[in-house]
């Protein structure tokens, strides 16, 4: 009788234990991600220059973690050409603790043939902006990818 | 309590939970959000459906652990089908309606050029669930094994097994009393009875 009742009072520990790290870890996932999220704290901007045709696409955000537990991020930007496949890519990562805020920059340089392929009318590449959130020693994520469109539709 | 009591309110709490609850959330929704969910392709009164499905299920599973014996299979039956039940459900939570992505959920948003895709990793969650599960499974057998060696000890020897489960339901259904009786004083001798 009485095995029964520490196995099931270890069987209420595991269940308590879950819902607590569930409402911990979404709860700093969702924070994180809202963050990223306000137009306020994230910028991205594409130059062109005219002298040479290089692209340069730069994301500057400013990251702040409101949540109880750490969380590591990973940002990424690249350019996606016709055929689905990546022209180019960065991406950087970083730690943020509880209540941590950092800003992040990261430019991408576009080879002017492949900036010129992108902006033609009627072609189907992207500009790829990626937010990785995890928490919970990395067992809890969140992938945030914004494909935008690049060429104008015909 | 009872354990029939205790079913019967557990039963009511679980069916208002999942089953009432979730028809009455989307209404507290801001419509923006139903629209965005509608969107990406999320099937929001198919999701409600299957909650309140498990839901129902989950109560009559509740009600039939509290009215059966613990020593009865049926009762170590319900037991674990309620535990595998709340996996289900845990699963179809996790996935938004969809269990088979086992805590990995995708969502995917095109807004005027922009396509937003969204996967959630939930999948501690899951194997946590499964931990739970497994653990109540064997809780449930250990409960039952218990209240068999209990039904069979040399006292009840020679009783049917019906005879047995009725004498458990008797014993649940007693009622104790709340006081226990107070310890009567002998009365104090008064100045005529000392004569």
């Not at chain 1, 009485?2 to 969702?30: D, M, N």
């Not at chain 1, 991600?33 to 306020?40: E, F, K, L, P």
């Not at chain 1, 902006?129 to 928490?135: L, P, S, Y």
């Amino acid at each position: 009788m009485r095995a029964v009742r520490v196995f099931g009072l270890l069987v209420f520990l595991v269940q308590l234990s879950s819902v607590l790290t569930f409402g911990l870890g979404v709860y700093t996932i969702f924070n994180v991600a809202s963050s990223t999220a306000s137009g306020d704290a994230i910028g991205l901007e594409l130059t062109i220059d005219r002298s040479t045709g290089i692209g340069i696409l730069r994301l500057l955000a400013t990251l702040r973690n409101i949540g109880p537990l750490g969380a590591d991020l990973a940002i990424g930007v690249g350019a996606i050409d016709n055929s689905s496949a990546y022209i180019t890519r960065n991406s950087t990562s970083l730690h943020l603790d509880a209540g941590e805020g950092k800003p992040v920059s990261i430019s991408l340089h576009i080879p002017a043939d492949s900036m010129r392929e992108l902006m033609l009318e009627g072609v189907e590449g992207y500009f790829e902006v990626t937010f990785d959130i995890r928490t919970l020693n990395k067992m809890v994520g969140f992938l945030n990818s914004l494909r935008i469109r690049t060429g104008e539709p015909r | 309590m009872s354990r029939k009591l205790g079913s019967v309110i557990s039963a009511a709490i679980t069916l208002m939970v999942f089953t009432v609850l979730p028809f009455y959330a989307p209404s507290l929704l801001p419509p923006e959000v139903g629209q965005a969910l509608s969107q990406a392709g999320f099937n929001q009164s198919g999701f409600i459906n299957q909650i309140a499905i498990m839901g129902v299920l989950m109560a009559i599973l509740t009600l039939v652990k509290g009215f059966s014996p613990e020593s009865s299979p049926i009762c170590l039956l319900a037991s674990i089908a309620s535990s595998v039940s709340m996996l289900v459900f845990t699963l179809l939570s996790l996935g938004l309606g969809d269990w088979e992505g086992l805590g990995i959920t995708t969502i995917s948003l095109n807004v005027q050029g922009v396509l937003n895709t969204v996967v959630l990793d939930l999948r501690l969650f899951v194997q946590l669930a499964v931990l739970s599960v497994a653990l109540q499974v064997m809780h449930s057998i250990l409960v039952f094994v218990d209240a068999r060696k209990r039904t069979s000890s040399p006292n009840n020897a020679g009783r049917t097994r019906e005879a047995l489960w009725q004498m458990e339901r008797d014993k649940e259904s007693t009622t104790h009393p709340v006081a226990q009786p107070r310890l009567m004083m002998p009365p104090r001798p008064t100045e005529s009875g000392r004569t």
